[in-house]
C-alpha cells in the first residue's frame, strides 16, 4: 500500500482541486507512482492519495466496481473490460503515465555477464530448456563457465501487464510460443513457479539460486540484480536500460489504447522489452474538488512530474504520447464541467 498525505511544503495558490483519491493497479509504475504521489501531495496537501499496487488485473476489476477513483494498468482495457464499466465507452479515459522497462533478471553465481536471444528465453520459459549448460545458452556466451544445474523458471502468479508485454514479445520471437501460450495479463505458464506483483518476482529471484524471471528495471536496480544482455531486432545484445526504451518507443508515433505495442523494435540501441502503463479515470466526477483534483494530479504527472521517475529508471513520455495523455485528460469533468482546457 502507499499512503500519500501532507508535507511540509508551502501550499501553492493553484487551484488544483481538494480531496482523498484512491488508486489501485499495476506494480510495474509504483515505485515511480509512490516518489511521484508524495511529491504532489507535499505541494498540494489539499490533495491525498492512497494506492494499492495489486497488479494490472486486480486494479482494472477495482475500477469496474467502482471501488476506487483511479485505476492503473500497464495494458490498456479491452473492448470486454470496457463493456463492464457501467456507462462503458463513455464513462472512462486511458491515460499514458509513463515508459518503462522490463529486464531479465537471473541468479547464478560467478556469472556477471550473460547474453539470451528472443528464442532462447522462449524455450527456457516452455520448459524447453532446462540447463543453464544448455548449447543454446553456451553459444551465445563463450569463455563464459555456465553450470550443469537446473534453470529456475519464475513467472507472475497474478494478472499483470508486465506479463503482457513480456508474453508479447516472446509471442513476436517464438512461433510456438504465439500458438502455444499467447499473450496476456494471465496466461498458463508450461514452466516455473509463480510470484506475486513485480516484488515477489524479484524476491524469488534474489532467493532462488539457478532463477531467472522478468521484472520492471527499477526493481532489478533496488535489489541490484545481474541482468541479461537480450539480442534484439538488429542483432545487438543491449541491456535494460531508459535510453533503449526511448528508442524502442520513438518507432510507434501513433500509441493509443488499442496501439500500444512497443516490443521487438528495430534500431541498433533498441531494447526490446519496454512498454508503457497506463491509468484508467472517470470522465465525470460528480464531487467538484475530488473531479479537479484528480484530473490535475495526472497533468502534472504527465507533464512536470515526468521528472520523478528518471532516478528510478522510468523513461520520460515521449512528446506524441504527452499530447495523447493531455488530450484525453481534457475529457474529464468534475461536478459537470471540464476541469481541463
Known sequence: MFAAACGSA???????????????GATFPAPFYTKAFFDYTTMYPQVTINYQAVGSGAGISQFQKGTVDFGASDVPMTDADIAKVPGGATALVQVPTTLGVISVAYNLSGVSKLQLDGPTLANIYLGRITKWNDPAITAMNSGVSLPSSAIQVVHRSDGSGTSYHFTDYLAKVSPEWKSRVGVGKAVSWPAGIGGSGNQGVAQAVTSTAGAIGYVELAYVVQTGMSQAYIKNADGNFVQASVA????????????????????????ADTYP???????????????AGKGKALANLFKWLVTDGQTEGTSLQYAALPKPVQTLA???????????????S
Open 244 to 267: 533503449g526504451a526511448t528508442a524502442a518507443a520513438s518507432h510507434n508515433s501513433d500509441v493509443s489504447p488499442s496501439n500500444f505495442s512497443i516490443t521487438n523494435m528495430a534500431g
Open 326 to 340: 493531455l488530450t484525453n485528460l481534457k475529457t474529464i469533468q468534475a461536478g459537470g464541467k471540464p476541469v481541463l
Open 273 to 287: 522489452l519496454a512498454g508503457f502503463s497506463w491509468v484508467i479515470l472517470p470522465t465525470s466526477v460528480s464531487d
Open 10 to 24: 508551502t501550499p501553492s495558490p493553484v487551484d488544483v482541486g481538494s480531496g482523498s483519491l484512491t488508486g489501485a
